[in-house]
């Protein structure tokens, strides 16, 4: 069973730094895609970043310029480096990864980690 492990959330003041790390655990083939997602209090959930197996890059216009995705394919990992952050990132962040696994291919979601921008 494929299971997500997200680390790194926290409270920041504006202009700070967090990076966030997500870690799948259990037999995996196949990696298609690694992203972040974010859910404010009120708001939908939304796509912050993204990275395709074959390394193609997608951002938020909201984070453009001051977030970066990166991966460790070997170790299951992906990461969400996030600068100059604003009061407006203040939100719940999801790990979500879609995998080939022993159960063919499918989503997987992390349980979230609370990400709190305040002076």
């Known amino acids: 069973q494929v299971q997500l492990a997200e680390s790194g959330g926290g409270l920041v003041q504006p202009g700070g730094s967090l990076r966030l790390s997500c870690v799948a655990s259990?037999?995996?083939?196949?990696?298609?895609?690694m992203g972040w997602y974010r859910q404010a209090p009120g708001k939908q959930r939304e796509l912050v970043a993204s990275?395709?197996?074959?390394?193609?890059?997608k951002y938020a216009d909201s984070v453009k310029g001051r977030f970066t995705i990166s991966r460790d394919s070997a170790k299951n990992t992906v990461s969400l480096q996030m600068n100059s952050l604003k009061l407006e990132d203040t939100a719940v962040y999801y790990c979500?990864?879609?995998?080939?696994?022993?159960?063919?291919?499918?989503?997987?979601w992390g349980q979230g980690t609370q990400v709190t921008v305040s002076s």
């Open positions: 259990g037999t995996i083939f196949s990696i298609y895609a």
């Open positions: 990275i395709t197996g074959g390394g193609t890059r």
């Open positions: 979500h990864q879609d995998l080939g696994t022993l159960d063919g291919r499918r989503d997987y």
